[in-house]
């Protein structure tokens, strides 16, 4: 009875080790598919892609799975989340537990305690291996629709650390073998070996590319030989034909202009006119660029070196003999280089905060931007027949990207997970005619595939339709897209993107809104626009002439009749109510400011109400302008808005200044009360108020071509409010221009030592509390209890 | 008049008539010279400006290539305004937007750092000043050849520009910029450099107005209690120099939308790449004498006529003369 739980908890083991390791195709729960919303970040999707088959260096014996197993138990103390998902029901997406917490409940529910107990000690028999062995073999047997378990021979492809592979246009897989130093020819529908090139040449092959007529293979230490049998120490790249033979190999290029001590080159990519574009190792300048001949032509792109800002510093002041000392300031280094059927030049890169993947147009700049603000290395691209790129990330992460670069999902493990997740190592991606994504892993030497799911078959039907200009049946796969994932950002750009190519603008704007693409929105915004405003035309000229008409007719008969002095006394009577007159004293500032100022402080005009209202006033406007705005300038959605710390700050801000300048003006010969000070700030907000109202109310009118209207009312609002400010304090307190600036520094810093002050005493306020507590409490318990 | 019997007048009524008929004549001799005195300007101004704007608006409202006769188009003559307004896709998006983003920060902006410029040399000692103001005027003057020499020099688009030499060599940018022929930049520099030569003719009657305000002016406001400079501007300054800021106001305005030629020297094409520079001005020009539609370019003509002529009014309202 002992026996047999312990070898099922074994077995448990092996499962584990066994999925750890491979990630085997049934637990698709480990595949994520990530696609980008309308704030730019990442959200869990569709799933776009499901595993395939898995091909798996099954020439490694088993007892390395045992091996794996324990070591990685050790090593990561959860997985019991990955033996729910494949072997065991009993739990339902269970989350991850710890294995302790895990066991645990297994173990104490069965009654195993022992078991787990011997189970977490990592000194094993041989022997309890071999059984082991056994019992996984028959449990898997029977499970094995759930598993999905090589059989020994089948699919035996012995890869040892397997850097590269490409796809022939017979779907036949070339991988590089480079443990091995062979190339491997596979072919996954026959499911079998078909060719093995094991050139003595071989050292250390790395990168392969193939065109139509040769096999380019990238070697990184199979140097020149001379006479004497030592080699140069360089790689070299052989060009085979496809039964193998070498028909032409390509040495470190000779030419002076080619500065590199080392010739090491890794990844290989080779255009029409068989030029050859390499990636080596240690090479920084960029992809070197090799005729068909093998002469050297220059650096075909380079990546630019990203200083930090304290190297910018050091730049700027050090000697060049300082400069010497510092570490080189090298760019980073490309991980890989393709050349699609068109001729057009793929690399990626392992940067931080640089576009890693890149699009290179003819001169070698990218025609995309992939600098998707997260640091993820990618190691290898591809491209299917559509131009849509696939890359692999070396943390497991796959990306799929249309042809002009945006972003359609990812999908692999989360990286920050200590899950042994898909890949140990990803070393490269391919994609054969049937849309399937091949991956390899180098350290574990996995071969997997993914087969695209109806979701992303249907995504890139619909680019392939919008490219061929057949805008509704675009619109109609991608409203099936919809249907499959409601909230799909692509798919609402999409389908934005075809209306708009028909003419529909105002559904377009729709979806715009949606995918949350502003730029597009604007452009569709303005042709609806501009086709009210061609239907208005004829209306709005006709009002605005009877307007004029009416105006003169008016003006001209009242003179005789005064048929106006009525209305004129009653507004006049209106607007003579002092509080009123009060809040539109306000407009007088803008043609007489230095007068305004003068009444305030004299009393004649102005008043707290009136200050007060239109403090309030502006308030509301503050509040308008950052919550309701049009959609192409409201950047922050309303909802993502913290309106309570807004407001807090909108108050405390405007009362620390008043009190702040009243009390450092209070001693230093100012005039000004408190009041008169706050009076003052209150009335001087009317610009930036008006401001504000304009630019919220034609946010909604205009396009981003108008946004410099904005801009301008804004900054002129800006400015005024800063002017009727300085001019505030410098009449109310009767300052000359020097004492008003330098009222206006200590201000300033007697609001930041105030302001310091209070965060201090927040964060000090707690522990205040916790001490009379506690002082309380003790003097309790010694009085009433003693 | 009636005929009147000098006879039977006595010689007090006689005189009196005599007078009167004096008056008369000197009246009328008073309405000849002062017409004779005027002809000069009518016919000067007829031939200039008034006879040109007239055809500019005939020929608005016609079809007209040069080559054949001007032809009336339908409806009413209003084709080429309707087509401006409705058609116009370049004019619509690019043209109107370009124009109101220049005028406004060029017009106030120039007019502004005119009146700051020229209020700065007033403070300072005669002699500096002199040669302040005319390096300072000068860029207006030689306007044109400063653009095509100097700036196309520093915004050059090649390494060796000296822009983009500094800041490559800074390690700011990492590619030489396209300054004039990229979109992104090109209105900007346009601003850039049309401020920096708005030190026109307005500059220097401002000028010329400040150092002719009564300084016992200021004294006698000082014993009424100006605290600063400020108060001392809006006081006494700008209400005595009203005449040359209005002067200023205007040339400034007409100066901030007719200052079409600098997109085009600087970028060196009609129209300013993807019409990202394009003014009222070059528009102008594009239609009239490189497609030579005349009768569309005059339509865009008195439109421009019209929206200067209704800014100088505000500019009137601001700074003229109430009686």
């Given at each position: 009875?002992?026996?047999?739980n312990?070898?099922?908890?074994?077995?448990?083991?092996?499962?584990?080790?066994?999925?750890?390791?491979?990630?085997?195709?049934?637990?698709?729960?480990?595949?994520?598919?990530?696609?980008?919303?309308?704030?730019?970040?990442?959200?869990?999707?569709?799933?776009?892609?499901?595993?395939?088959?898995?091909?798996?260096?099954?020439?490694?014996?088993?007892?390395?799975?045992?091996?794996?197993?324990?070591?990685?138990?050790?090593?990561?103390?959860?997985?019991?989340?990955?033996?729910?998902?494949?072997?065991?029901?009993q739990?339902?997406?269970?989350?991850?537990?710890?294995?302790?917490?895990?066991?645990?409940?297994?173990?104490?529910?069965?009654?195993?305690?022992?078991?787990?107990?011997?189970?977490?000690?990592?000194?094993?028999?041989?022997?309890?291996?071999?059984?082991?062995?056994?019992?996984?073999?028959?449990?898997?047997?029977?499970?094995?629709?759930?598993?999905?378990?090589?059989?020994?021979?089948?699919?035996?492809?012995?890869?040892?650390?397997a850097?590269?592979?490409?796809?022939?246009?017979?779907?036949?897989?070339?991988?590089?073998?480079?443990?091995?130093?062979?190339?491997?020819?596979?072919?996954p529908?026959?499911?079998?070996?078909?060719?093995?090139?094991?050139?003595?040449?071989?050292?250390?092959?790395?990168?392969?590319?193939?065109?139509?007529?040769?096999i380019?293979?990238?070697?990184?230490?199979?140097?020149?030989?001379?006479?004497?049998?030592?080699?140069?120490?360089?790689?070299?790249?052989?060009?085979?034909?496809?039964?193998?033979?070498?028909?032409?190999?390509?040495?470190?290029?000779?030419?002076?202009?080619?500065?590199?001590?080392?010739?090491?080159p890794?990844?290989?990519?080779?255009?029409?006119?068989?030029?050859?574009?390499?990636?080596?190792?240690?090479?920084f300048?960029?992809?070197?660029?090799?005729?068909?001949?093998?002469?050297?032509?220059?650096?075909?792109?380079?990546?630019?070196?990203?200083?930090?800002?304290?190297?910018?510093?050091?730049?700027?002041?050090?000697?060049?003999?300082?400069?010497?000392?510092?570490?080189?300031?090298?760019?980073?280094?490309?991980?890989?280089?393709?050349?699609?059927?068109?001729?057009?030049?793929?690399?990626?890169?392992?940067?931080?905060?640089?576009?890693?993947?890149?699009?290179?147009?003819?001169?070698?700049?990218?025609?995309?931007?992939?600098?998707?603000?997260?640091d993820?290395?990618?190691?290898?691209?591809?491209?299917?027949?559509?131009?849509?790129?696939?890359?692999?990330?070396?943390?497991?992460?796959?990306?799929?990207?249309?042809?002009?670069?945006?972003?359609?999902?990812?999908?692999?493990?989360?990286?920050?997970?200590?899950?042994?997740?898909?890949?140990?190592?990803?070393?490269?991606?391919?994609?054969?005619?049937?849309?399937?994504?091949?991956?390899?892993?180098?350290?574990?030497?996995?071969?997997?595939?993914?087969?695209?799911?109806?979701?992303?078959?249907?995504?890139?039907?619909?680019?392939?339709?919008?490219?061929?200009?057949?805008?509704?049946?675009?619109?109609?796969?991608?409203?099936?897209?919809?249907?499959?994932?409601?909230?799909?950002?692509?798919?609402?750009?999409?389908?934005?993107?075809?209306l708009?190519?028909?003419?529909e603008?105002?559904?377009?704007?729709?979806?715009?809104?949606?995918?949350?693409?502003?730029?597009?929105?604007?452009?569709?915004?303005?042709?609806?626009?501009?086709?009210?405003?061609?239907?208005?035309?004829?209306?709005?000229?006709?009002?605005?002439?009877?307007?004029?008409?009416?105006?003169?007719?008016?003006?001209?008969?009242?003179?005789?009749?005064?048929?106006?002095?009525?209305?004129?006394?009653?507004?006049?009577?209106?607007?003579?109510?002092?509080?009123?007159?009060?809040?539109?004293?306000?407009?007088?500032?803008?043609?007489h400011?230095?007068?305004?100022?003068?009444?305030?402080?004299?009393?004649?005009?102005?008043?707290?109400?009136?200050?007060?209202?239109?403090?309030?006033?502006?308030?509301?406007?503050?509040?308008?302008?950052?919550?309701?705005?049009?959609f192409?300038?409201?950047?922050?959605?309303?909802?993502?808005?913290?309106?309570?710390?807004?407001?807090l700050?909108?108050?405390?801000i405007?009362?620390?200044?008043?009190?702040?300048?009243?009390?450092?003006?209070?001693?230093?010969?100012?005039?000004?009360?408190?009041?008169?000070?706050?009076?003052?700030?209150?009335?001087?907000?009317?610009?930036?108020?008006?401001?504000?109202?304009?630019?919220?109310?034609?946010?909604?009118k205009?396009?981003?071509?108008?946004?410099?209207?904005?801009?301008?009312?804004?900054?002129?609002?800006?400015?005024?409010?800063?002017?009727f400010?300085?001019?505030?304090?410098?009449?109310?307190?009767?300052?000359?221009?020097?004492?008003?600036?330098?009222?206006?520094?200590?201000?300033?810093?007697?609001?930041?030592?105030?302001?310091?002050?209070?965060?201090?005493?927040?964060?000090?306020?707690?522990?205040?509390?916790?001490?009379?507590?506690?002082?309380f409490?003790?003097?309790?318990?010694?009085?009433?209890?003693? | 008049?009636?005929?009147?019997?000098?006879?039977?007048?006595?010689?007090?009524?006689?005189?009196?008539?005599?007078?009167?008929?004096?008056s008369?004549?000197?009246?009328?001799?008073?309405?000849?010279?002062?017409?004779?005195?005027?002809?000069?300007?009518?016919?000067?101004?007829?031939?200039?400006?008034?006879?040109?704007?007239?055809?500019?608006?005939?020929?608005?409202?016609?079809?007209?290539?040069?080559?054949?006769?001007?032809?009336?188009?339908?409806?009413?003559?209003?084709?080429n305004y309707?087509?401006?307004?409705?058609?116009?896709?370049?004019?619509?998006?690019y043209v109107?937007?370009?124009?109101?983003?220049?005028?406004?920060?060029?017009?106030?902006?120039?007019?502004?750092?005119?009146?700051?410029?020229?209020?700065?040399?007033?403070?300072?000692?005669?002699?500096?000043?002199?040669?302040?103001?005319?390096?300072?005027?000068?860029?207006?003057?030689v306007?044109?050849?400063?653009?095509?020499?100097?700036?196309?020099?520093?915004?050059?688009?090649?390494v060796?520009?000296?822009?983009?030499?500094?800041?490559l060599?800074?390690?700011m940018?990492?590619?030489?910029?396209?300054?004039?022929?990229?979109?992104?930049?090109?209105?900007?520099?346009?601003?850039?450099?049309?401020?920096?030569s708005?030190?026109g003719?307005?500059?220097?009657?401002?000028?010329?107005?400040?150092?002719?305000?009564?300084?016992?002016?200021?004294?006698?406001?000082?014993?009424?209690?100006?605290?600063?400079?400020?108060?001392?501007?809006?006081?006494?300054?700008?209400?005595?120099?009203?005449?040359?800021?209005?002067?200023?106001?205007?040339?400034?305005?007409?100066?901030?939308?007719?200052?079409?030629?600098?997109?085009?020297?600087?970028?060196?094409?009609?129209?300013?790449?993807?019409?990202?520079?394009?003014?009222?001005?070059?528009?102008?020009?594009?239609?009239?004498?490189?497609?030579?539609?005349?009768?569309?370019?005059?339509?865009?003509?008195?439109?421009?006529?019209?929206?200067?002529?209704?800014?100088?009014?505000?500019?009137?309202?601001?700074?003229?003369?109430?009686?």
């Amino acid at each position: 009875m002992k026996t047999i739980n312990k070898y099922l908890i074994i077995t448990l083991l092996l499962i584990v080790g066994y999925v750890s390791v491979h990630s085997i195709g049934a637990s698709s729960a480990t595949t994520n598919t990530f696609a980008i919303d309308r704030k730019g970040q990442f959200v869990v999707t569709q799933s776009a892609y499901l595993p395939d088959q898995t091909y798996l260096d099954v020439d490694v014996n088993r007892a390395v799975y045992v091996d794996k197993a324990f070591e990685t138990l050790r090593e990561n103390e959860y997985l019991g989340y990955i033996i729910d998902s494949v072997l065991l029901d009993q739990v339902e997406n269970q989350a991850y537990l710890t294995l302790e917490e895990y066991f645990e409940g297994y173990v104490i529910s069965e009654g195993f305690a022992d078991e787990a107990e011997m189970l977490l000690d990592p000194t094993y028999s041989q022997d309890d291996i071999e059984d082991a062995k056994d019992s996984i073999r028959l449990l898997l047997k029977d499970d094995k629709d759930k598993l999905v378990i090589p059989e020994e021979n089948d699919r035996y492809l012995a890869l040892d650390a397997a850097e590269d592979m490409f796809i022939d246009k017979n779907d036949f897989i070339y991988l590089v073998d480079t443990g091995n130093a062979r190339i491997v020819i596979f072919n996954p529908i026959a499911n079998e070996v078909i060719g093995i090139f094991d050139n003595d040449e071989f050292e250390s092959p790395k990168g392969i590319y193939i065109t139509d007529d040769y096999i380019y293979v990238a070697d990184t230490s199979a140097g020149f030989i001379d006479s004497e049998g030592s080699t140069d120490g360089n790689g070299s790249i052989f060009k085979l034909d496809f039964d193998g033979n070498i028909v032409d190999r390509f040495y470190k290029p000779d030419s002076a202009s080619f500065g590199q001590d080392v010739f090491a080159p890794k990844k290989v990519a080779v255009d029409s006119q068989g030029g050859l574009y390499i990636v080596a190792e240690g090479i920084f300048d960029g992809i070197i660029q090799l005729s068909q001949n093998g002469d050297f032509l220059g650096y075909f792109t380079k990546n630019q070196v990203q200083l930090t800002a304290r190297q910018r510093l050091e730049n700027l002041l050090f000697s060049d003999e300082q400069l010497e000392g510092v570490v080189d300031r090298n760019p980073t280094s490309f991980s890989n280089i393709y050349v699609d059927i068109n001729g057009i030049k793929y690399t990626t890169s392992h940067g931080e905060n640089i576009s890693n993947l890149k699009k290179h147009n003819t001169d070698g700049s990218s025609s995309i931007d992939t600098n998707w603000g997260f640091d993820m290395a990618l190691v290898d691209v591809y491209t299917d027949a559509q131009g849509i790129m696939y890359a692999a990330g070396d943390q497991g992460y796959i990306f799929v990207l249309t042809s002009d670069g945006s972003f359609i999902f990812a999908f692999g493990t989360e990286s920050d997970e200590d899950v042994v997740g898909f890949y140990n190592r990803l070393s490269s991606i391919a994609v054969d005619s049937l849309g399937r994504i091949w991956t390899l892993d180098s350290e574990s030497a996995v071969l997997q595939s993914y087969t695209p799911t109806d979701y992303s078959k249907r995504i890139f039907s619909a680019l392939t339709l919008y490219k061929d200009g057949k805008y509704a049946e675009a619109v109609a796969e991608w409203e099936e897209v919809l249907k499959l994932n409601q909230l799909s950002v692509l798919a609402h750009n999409e389908i934005g993107r075809n209306l708009y190519s028909q003419g529909e603008y105002e559904e377009a704007m729709g979806h715009f809104i949606l995918s949350g693409n502003r730029n597009l929105y604007s452009e569709s915004f303005w042709e609806v626009r501009q086709d009210q405003m061609q239907k208005s035309l004829p209306l709005t000229m006709i009002l605005v002439i009877s307007a004029l008409i009416v105006y003169q007719v008016v003006k001209r008969t009242n003179k005789q009749y005064a048929y106006l002095d009525r209305p004129k006394a009653q507004i006049k009577k209106f607007t003579d109510i002092r509080i009123v007159s009060d809040v539109l004293f306000m407009f007088s500032f803008i043609k007489h400011p230095l007068d305004s100022f003068y009444y305030l402080k004299r009393k004649e005009k102005g008043s707290y109400k009136g200050a007060t209202i239109v403090f309030l006033m502006f308030f509301v406007t503050y509040m308008l302008y950052t919550t309701s705005k049009g959609f192409i300038y409201q950047y922050i959605e309303p909802s993502d808005l913290d309106l309570g710390s807004i407001i807090l700050g909108f108050y405390s801000i405007f009362f620390l200044f008043v009190i702040s300048n009243y009390l450092v003006t209070s001693i230093n010969d100012g005039e000004g009360s408190i009041g008169e000070v706050y009076k003052g700030v209150a009335y001087s907000l009317m610009p930036i108020m008006l401001a504000m109202l304009i630019t919220t109310y034609m946010s909604h009118k205009l396009t981003y071509g108008e946004v410099i209207l904005l801009d301008l009312v804004m900054n002129a609002g800006t400015l005024g409010t800063g002017l009727f400010i300085f001019l505030a304090v410098q009449e109310l307190h009767n300052y000359t221009i020097r004492e008003t600036i330098k009222s206006f520094l200590m201000t300033f810093l007697f609001m930041l030592i105030v302001a310091v002050l209070i965060a201090f005493i927040q964060i000090m306020g707690d522990q205040l509390v916790q001490f009379v507590i506690a002082l309380f409490e003790e003097a309790i318990r010694n009085v009433f209890i003693i | 008049m009636a005929k009147v019997d000098l006879s039977k007048m006595s010689t007090e009524e006689r005189e009196l008539h005599y007078l009167k008929l004096a008056s008369l004549r000197s009246k009328r001799n008073e309405k000849i010279s002062t017409a004779l005195l005027v002809t000069p300007y009518i016919l000067l101004f007829t031939t200039f400006i008034v006879v040109p704007i007239i055809v500019a608006w005939g020929l608005s409202l016609t079809h007209f290539d040069l080559i054949q006769a001007p032809k009336l188009t339908e409806p009413f003559g209003m084709f080429n305004y309707v087509m401006l307004i409705t058609q116009d896709e370049n004019f619509l998006k690019y043209v109107i937007p370009n124009t109101i983003k220049f005028a406004i920060i060029v017009g106030p902006g120039g007019y502004i750092l005119s009146f700051v410029m020229a209020w700065m040399l007033s403070q300072i000692q005669a002699g500096p000043r002199k040669i302040i103001s005319l390096a300072l005027y000068t860029p207006s003057m030689v306007g044109g050849v400063f653009i095509s020499v100097v700036w196309r020099t520093v915004f050059s688009g090649d390494v060796d520009g000296y822009l983009n030499a500094i800041l490559l060599n800074s390690g700011m940018i990492d590619e030489a910029i396209q300054f004039l022929q990229s979109p992104d930049y090109l209105l900007n520099i346009m601003i850039f450099v049309s401020l920096w030569s708005s030190m026109g003719i307005g500059f220097l009657a401002m000028l010329a107005g400040l150092l002719n305000v009564d300084k016992t002016l200021y004294e006698a406001a000082l014993v009424d209690g100006i605290k600063n400079r400020f108060q001392e501007i809006i006081y006494i300054t700008i209400p005595q120099m009203k005449p040359q800021m209005l002067f200023g106001a205007v040339m400034a305005i007409v100066g901030a939308f007719n200052a079409g030629y600098i997109g085009v020297a600087l970028s060196g094409a009609n129209p300013t790449p993807q019409y990202s520079g394009q003014l009222i001005i070059n528009h102008i020009d594009d239609f009239g004498f490189i497609r030579y539609e005349m009768g569309y370019a005059a339509a865009i003509s008195v439109i421009l006529l019209f929206v200067i002529a209704g800014f100088s009014t505000v500019a009137y309202a601001l700074f003229g003369e109430k009686e």
